[in-house]
């Protein structure tokens, strides 16, 4: 039996190099333990010497690429599972294209709840300046990802947000970008940010930018869950647009077509003479 | 009047803009800023980083430079007849807010357009000034998209495109009549001329030179456009017929379809209707399977004698239930063009069943299992131990998809 330690930070690699040692020597997967950032307590916390790795066995592109997502997963059983599959792929190379595949089709399944989780963290961390002096600007957000997503995902923000400093902190882990370093540490409570008046404009955006006659919520809240809003900011305004919306539309509706302003004759005047003169 | 202030222009001035449907950051050029010298990436695909409450994407800071206009189109908001309170951005404004909007992760870039003032050209100069300062002063990576004046000169637009990633250009409504009757200052072929322009300039752009270069950088996101649905008496078959056109000659990358909203302070030449938010989704299905499903016009707008979609189903399954003798379809022998037509079936399902049929022959739980969607499909397909009997034919079928007859009420 092989008790395998996963760190919660770097956990992809770990995790890959365990597999190709323990795929190399043949071990099944019933004789192997995964055990996440000692999540099993004292009784395993010892891993046991996984062995040399003396053959390498090819696997499928594809499913490296599907593996370095699904590790990320929340799911306990992620490593066993991946681990399984990679047993089966040895004899059946083709497998990675059955669509219908009931272990393939949970993995992939498992691989889409981390790409959606990655992607939503690429769209709702939400910066507030730390109104720090120094040569670049400094800034930090507060996020609580699904899955473990933060690692996967900070090089997305080091590539967007290269000329300043920032961090992402999460209960999971947390990011940080320091004069273009990125590093990253255990997770932590939720830190008191400082106050940041640019999200009041981003809220004046938001309700001007929304239009009462199409009011859909479904739609929103399909792409955008409630368990975000508490770290929108400008989450704290959609209560109130959705009450207020059908009262705006009528509103539009009883004005009467006012008569046009005065200006608006000169102007078309003007024009008429300007476009007759060229 | 009294001075507005940064926050009171920024609700007038995306209040304005909101009628604008685009609001996609995608499809342009990789770029990033990890030498540090710059702020900003674009990596392929958009991202939406809130939604509001009408479902639409926020994307971009979309914005109007100013709400004044010297025109006097009838849907506008912003025409010179309307009463609507006026406020303008100065371009350090616009600046500012793109960048910090930017740098707090709010938005992917800006979406600017304007009312125009004084002139199409000074309104065309004022928005390059501010792409200009975001590029080179603020070395902003991030996305630009422009509303550009067709009646600027032609070079000002051409300068615009070496800043911006997409250009866009509303031809405004479906036909030439109504443009004229609706938005008495622009000129349908002016529009046209303008969008000509902008495709040839991107295919010079794309070619390679003697020297083996490419040239500059120009609208790496393509141009678009949108269409006002429901402010005018065009059917859907000739709004499409345009769509077609248009996609054809101009290589658009896309053309929006914004039903048309109740403004406040309508003019009374425009009926206060309630957008008719079913007809614009039909009309972004037909368009899609025009463009990605191998349908024709004529074949999406045969179903119904006056040249509309119909509303109460998608317009795949209506081409279906029209068309029943060429169904079920074998999802085990079935073509590819022929799986694209089964109701219910996307592009990706489609390759999915296509990879799998290698490995098994497919069975009903088997397509379930790789996320195709049966609801609509099991009427019209057979699979290894599936076959619809005699639900494809049967005379009760639409019905079940149609959504039931409203409920009277006594009163
Ligand atoms: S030119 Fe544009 S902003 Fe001005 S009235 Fe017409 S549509 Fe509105």
Redesign the pocket.
Known sequence: MYTVPLPRIGTDIAWRDAAKRLIGAGVSPDKVLWDFDNEMGELFATGTTLPPLTRRIKAPQSFVEMANWVVWHKDPQRFARLYALLWRLRHQPGLMQDRADAELAKLRQMEKGVHRCKHKMKAFVRFRDLRQKGERRSFAAWFEPTHHTVEPTAPFFARRFADMDWMIATPDVTAQFVDGNLSFHPGQPKPDLPEDAAEALWGTYFCNIFNPARLKVSAMTSEMPKKYWKNLPEAQHIQGLIAGAEAKVQQMRDKAPTLPPERAAKIKRQLRGDQAED | MARLDLSQKLAILSD?ARYDASCASSGTTRRDSRDGKGLGSTEGSGICHAYAPDGRCISLLKI?MT?F?????A??????SSNVQRARFSPDEVVQLTIEFYRRNYIEGLFL????IQSPDKTMEDMLRIAKRLREVENFRGYIHLKTIPDAAPELIEQAGLYADRLSI?V?LPTDNSVKAY?P??NPATIRKAMGDVKSRKDVAGERSYTGKRGKRFVPAGQSTQMIIGADGSTDATILGQSTQLYGEYKLKRVYYSAFSPIPDATAKLPLIRPPLVREHRLYQADWLLRFYGFGVDEITASRPDGNLDLEVDPKLAWALQNRAQFPVDVNRASKEMLLRIPGFGTRTVGRILSTRRHRRLRYDDLLRMGASLKKARAFIVAVDWSPGGLTDSAGLRARFAPPPEQLSLF
């Open positions: 304005a109007l709400n206009c010297i025109y006097d189109c849907y506008c908001i912003n025409r010179v357009s304007s009312g125009i509303n405004e938005a200052e622009k």
